[in-house]
């Protein structure tokens, strides 16, 4: 098992094939240039706007990488696992536990050219309102086709979920209201059945010494709050801004020896007040729910996102137990990277851009 905890991050890359300096220095994109470079490929930009598409060359052969999309899944495996109202009824009608959905389709989308409305019965606030009241609250929404955390909003209020289900709408038709479920969660990512890496999502925790500031103990908490631009966003979570005002804290406040501040999220996203218990190991029984779930779906490469019980040790408690809460087609691993399991993510990156390249490793 690997710690997230050390400050160590390799930001070495191959000469002129490295995304641009304003790009993230462990992004996927970058971990798999360097890859593609140790296996003897030479890599030309052909989108200097973006430096998001890469053409990959060695003799005759090549290969276009695309972001961080993973390019070894099959077309309709991975269209199917972008949408998570459709992934969830497949896992539940083939006995995996993942949650159930009110659908609110945005306000003035796919109506026929007459003005017929046949998704009325899913359109707008009713799904979801009639959703809340029947299951209770709190309810999270969530875009139906979105990634990484992005406008996933908790709703402990009624009157939150028109706003809620607004910004969704935003950037997304279709939103999902679903049941908030608590415990952490653990993402575990494959390659052709077999463990890359896995990590537990945890809420964050910050002790104090009665000597560090709040800042300081963030960041030997987590590697990534040594650059300003994390931080910066963190103080802008509300999460963060709401416990520290609770404890009569600021950021640059030094808090008394042993005590203890807590950031509980119902949403893990490493982009919140979130951090990461990485392994590069997990007990069989995990990877077997894992590869069951990415064979049903039909993919090779997959990050599988499981809320389990909280407990001292959820590793060692029953898959059985455990909501699969998504199936991502494309993992990223630059978080993770950034966190201090740089060695980890890294070679696991390398496996991945292999199967790209469909290249021996060696």
Known sequence: MVRADSRAVDTSSPPDTAPSPDAARSSILQMRLRAAAELGWTATCL??????LWQLRKGGRTRVLVA??????????????????????????????APTSARCLAPGVHLLPDGHDRFSAQRGLAPGLAF????????VVKPNRGSRGRDVILVERLEQLPTALEQV?????????QRALPGLDLRVDLLDGELLLAYLRRPLRLVGDGRS??????????????APEFCERLRKDPLWRATLAAAALDDASIPAADLRLDFPATILNLNRCCTAEVHGELPAKWIALCR???????????????????????????P?????????????MGQIHAMGAAALASAAERRVTAAILDASLG
Do not use: M, Y
């Open 213 to 226: 500031t709040v800042l300081e103990l963030l960041t030997a908490a987590d590697a990534r709050a040594s």
């Open 169 to 177: 709408w935003a950037q997304d038709e279709l939103a999902l209201v």
């Open 132 to 139: 809340a009241e029947r299951e209770g609250l709190p309810v």
């Open 47 to 52: 989108d200097p706007e973006t430096r998001w």
């Open 292 to 318: 069951r779930i990415a064979a049903l779906i039909g993919l090779r490469h997959c990050g599988i996102d499981l809320r389990v019980p909280l407990s001292d040790d959820p590793l060692a408690g029953d």
């Open 68 to 97: 961080g999309v993973s390019a070894v899944n099959d077309a309709a495996a991975a269209r199917l696992a972008s949408d998570k109202f459709f992934t969830a009824t497949v896992l539940r009608a083939n006995g995996f536990s």
């Open 320 to 332: 059985a137990e455990a909501v699969v809460l998504e199936v991502n087609a494309s993992p990223s």
